[in-house]
């Protein structure tokens, strides 16, 4: 008799222990490593070949390199062909895979992006949940949007860094060299584009609030121009200020909608469940010094009335008292007594 596998609890308060958060980790992992392996081999097919109307990935990367005029690029061919040198055995086909590797992470963003999106979303509000896809959308469009600002930013920057010195010098640029300038390129492009994303993620989770970033505005532009200096891999001035001014706007748009998605939640949520416990306990006032409470009076009691007793009844019905007969001189009538 086969045995019935049982059915794991439902748990409607997405509550789980540390083995289960590591066990579900394990799980997202692996699925985002299958996309992006899926990915990658897509990738290193279309780097060489590509279907009908489609430039190969190839050729896309290497566009830069071949708009520059040809005085400043070195002909290898003897033809005016525009061609990138290789100096070791294996360095095309590392350079495939390189390019292979980075088309399967953009091709897979859909998959790891919701994986990690199903991961963060246990910790949120029912109605929180509900923004799966817009938040996957928004971080492939920005990624792919970072991407060709850094492609097209590579067109501009290029003829400048390579013009430097051309009376001189001319630019043989090895495939190594010139990929990897162009991966790192579009790889700082499109992460630092998922900075706004991150900025409104931390708002709806209530990390981040409006109030604490609305007074520091100058320090953060200072901040990304920095981090744009520092992470532009040729440190010329056309792609610092093409990623610091790409980025600071789209920060202030995510502030934007941190102040207005903080006013909205502050008109369905009252104030005093904001503060802490002892701003809504009022003010605690000291205590009075012991004796000086008002002093209890004692106040007299009056004696009780005497309780009287009804008059026995004798079993004819009369009483067994009567008034004081009329005869004697004292008033009193002694018969009954005898």
Request: charged content about 20%.
């Amino acid at each position: 008799m086969a045995r019935t596998k049982k059915k794991r609890p439902k748990n409607p308060t997405g509550e789980m222990t540390l083995v289960e958060h590591l066990q579900e980790l394990r799980q997202r992992i692996i699925v985002s490593l299958v996309a992006v392996t899926v990915g990658t081999v897509i990738g290193f097919i279309w780097y060489q070949s590509a279907p009908p109307h489609i430039m190969s990935l190839g050729e896309i990367i290497r566009g830069p390199y071949c708009n520059l005029p040809s005085d400043l690029r070195a002909d290898f061919t003897g033809e005016g062909e525009c061609r990138l040198l290789a100096t070791s055995p294996f360095e095309m086909f590392m350079l495939r895979l390189k390019v292979g590797a980075l088309a399967g992470v953009v091709l897979a963003s859909p998959v790891w992006l919701t994986e990690i999106w199903k991961f963060i979303t246990p910790g949120l509000h029912k109605n929180e949940r509900r923004y799966t896809l817009t938040f996957v959308t928004l971080a492939v469009v920005l990624f792919v949007a970072g991407a060709l600002l850094a492609y097209f930013v590579l067109d501009k920057g290029l003829y400048v860094l390579m013009s430097m010195g051309s009376e001189v010098q001319v630019a043989a640029l090895t495939g190594g060299e010139y990929y990897s300038f162009l991966i790192a390129l579009i790889v700082i492009f499109g992460v630092s584009f998922e900075v706004p994303l991150v900025i409104v993620m931390l708002n709806l989770v209530g990390v981040l609030r409006y109030e604490h970033v609305k007074d520091k505005r100058r320090g953060i532009i200072v901040l990304i121009f920095i981090f744009a200096a520092v992470m532009t891999p040729g440190q010329d001035p056309f792609s610092m200020v093409a990623l610091a001014l790409s980025i600071c706007v789209l920060v202030e748009a995510a502030f934007q909608f941190c102040r207005v998605h903080d006013r909205k939640r502050n008109e369905e949520r009252p104030a005093w469940m904001d503060l802490d416990d002892e701003e809504a306990s009022g003010p605690i006032e000291a205590p009075a010094p012991i004796g000086t409470a008002g002093r209890i009076t004692a106040e007299p009691i009056e004696a009780p009335a005497p309780i009287r007793s009804a008059p026995a009844r004798r079993p004819g019905g009369a009483d067994t008292q009567r008034a004081p007969k009329q005869g004697f001189e004292g008033g009193a009538d002694f018969g009954d007594v005898l």
